[in-house]
């Protein structure tokens, strides 16, 4: 079974707007991570946020953020002020377990987003 | 310079070549990581290595030969290759994942294989 789901396969928004990138995962444990990448045009996967868990607030990374609903087991990306530099493959990935140990990370198949001039 | 470097960037071989990828971490990081990347499908974690000790083969074909000489260096032997297996292959590295750091992983740009 998929873990993490990305439904939007391509996203476009205009520039200076808001976006939102879906993420939902699935796991039974009750500690886990989640994280969101960027994937430009040049193949390198840039480390954008992080959610624990057991966090109780919203991750927030200067223009992006996290919505985080555990009860539905959502983790959504939210890019304000887009600017044309956004536009690239986003991925969401999650780790299950505990902290310690390094059980691996699983990305979801991404979303495509394209900004507007 | 970025903290996770891979070389060559781009690399096109046949199915009797014999050739290696090479990532090498100025982060400090105790875990490295390779992931295949290809198109329309999700990145796949291939080997894990932490603190130099492989913990993780996701089932790869024994074409595939990872060795990590130090927690600086990691590499990805490949021979007998099959075209199915071009795709870019990514590297990363990380602190092990414990309760003073999430662990998140840290990119190379990719090495993008091209096997015919």
């Known amino acids: 079974a998929q873990k993490i789901t990305q439904t939007q396969p391509g996203m476009f928004v205009q520039e200076k707007e808001a976006v939102t990138l879906d993420c939902t995962y699935d796991t039974s444990d009750q500690s886990y991570g989640l994280f969101w990448y960027k994937q430009p045009s040049s193949g390198e996967m840039i480390f954008l946020i992080y959610q624990g868990s057991y966090d109780e607030q919203n991750a927030t990374e200067g223009r992006y953020s996290l919505n985080f609903q555990k009860a539905r087991k959502s983790a959504n990306l939210v890019i304000s002020a887009s600017q044309l530099g956004d536009s690239a493959m986003y991925f969401c990935a999650m780790r299950e377990g505990p902290g310690s140990g390094n059980t691996p990370l699983v990305f979801g198949k991404g979303t495509r987003l394209s900004v507007i001039a | 310079e970025t903290g996770v470097t891979q070389t060559p960037r781009h690399l096109v071989m046949g199915m009797t070549n014999k050739k290696s990828l090479k990532c090498e971490q100025h982060l400090g990081h105790n875990a490295m990581y390779w992931y295949k990347q290809s198109a329309k499908k999700p990145l796949e974690l291939m080997f894990v290595?932490?603190?130099?000790?492989?913990?993780e083969n996701n089932s790869v074909p024994s074409r595939f030969s990872p060795e990590c000489p130090n927690s600086s260096h990691l590499f990805l032997h490949l021979h007998t290759l099959q075209p199915e297996d071009s795709a870019l292959y990514l590297c990363?590295?990380?602190?092990?994942?414990?309760?003073?750091?999430?662990?998140?992983?840290?990119f190379g740009e990719g090495s993008r294989l091209t096997v015919l």
């Open positions: 290595y932490n603190f130099k000790e492989q913990t």
């Open positions: 990363a590295s990380s602190q092990v994942p414990g309760a003073l750091n999430t662990g998140e992983l840290f």
